[in-house]
């Protein structure tokens, strides 16, 4: 039972935020492609199996995360006490979790043609790089936007088999959407990883955080709008997008970087921020 719980405080799979902010781009792209593409049987299989997918590569994700910072993570308050910086998982242990993961991420990732296949390889790249760019790059951010977002395309193409422009309209508007929320996400630590010597967009624009922030959520509005107003078929679709919308407003309203609380409840708002999207997305269809 305690090696249980350990394994669960490793994967974080008791923080459910982490894999479905990983799951709700690939229902987006899912989404979108059942506009075209009205086989619900593949459409709820899909959704399945993209959803097990974020699960385990949320988790091996997070594995490897802890093994590169196991030392700097001793250091913050906020993650002293993870398994691996409080040694009482070893790296062994761990990188025999995230075989196993990696291996049943690769099952399921198989179950699609080529290109969601090729496409699900080079994420890899991506997905364990990350945990590096905190060190040499201000922006590490964007970069976990460019990796949290990828499944948007794979969903696209483990249906339509092709990489149109609009998927990738979708998948930009997407990647600002997660570098404003990893910044609010990031302004937990200020304090921390300043003294540490860690970078992120956090600590770059630490003094107009909340401009920043909003820059970005409205960045990404702006591109969604302007893909639904090409893509819109039935009114009804407006609700959920202006529910997202509102998601957005209210964290930036909420959050305050010297009350790290505010930034975390602010930051579990792109949970719902996530869903109102899918909805909006499947209004295409409708």
Request: charged share 15%; proline share 3%.
């Amino acid at each position: 039972m305690k090696q249980l719980k350990l394994f669960v405080n490793l994967t974080r799979l008791n923080r459910p935020i982490g894999y479905m902010l990983l799951f709700w781009p690939c229902s987006w792209g899912l989404a979108y492609a059942y506009s075209y593409n009205n086989e619900v049987e593949k459409f709820l299989l899909h959704m399945v199996l993209f959803f097990l997918g974020a699960v385990l590569m949320r988790s091996a994700g997070c594995i490897v995360n802890d093994i590169v910072d196991r030392k700097i993570d001793k250091k913050v308050s906020r993650t002293k006490f993870r398994p691996l910086a409080s040694n009482q998982v070893t790296v062994i242990q761990a990188s025999f979790y995230t075989l196993i993961l990696c291996m049943l991420a690769f099952f399921i990732l198989i179950q699609f043609n080529f290109l969601t296949i090729f496409l699900g390889m080079s994420s890899m790249i991506l997905a364990f790089s990350y945990p590096f760019m905190k060190r040499i790059t201000y922006w590490p951010q964007l970069f976990l936007g460019l990796t949290f977002n990828w499944g948007i395309i794979m969903a696209w193409t483990s249906v339509n088999n092709s990489i149109p422009i609009e998927i990738l309209i979708i998948y930009i508007a997407a990647i600002f959407w997660t570098l404003g929320y990893d910044t609010i996400y990031g302004a937990q630590d200020i304090i921390d990883d300043e003294v540490i010597g860690l970078k992120s967009t956090s600590i770059k624009f630490k003094s107009t955080l909340k401009r920043f922030v909003l820059t970005c959520y409205l960045i990404s509005f702006l591109i969604l709008l302007f893909f639904f107003y090409k893509n819109m078929q039935n009114l009804i679709l407006i609700i959920p997008f202006l529910a997202f919308a509102t998601s957005l407003i209210f964290q930036v309203i909420h959050f305050n970087r010297k009350k790290p609380l505010t930034c975390l409840n602010a930051f579990r708002i792109n949970n719902f921020s996530g869903l109102f999207l899918f909805l909006a997305m499947m209004g295409l269809s409708l």
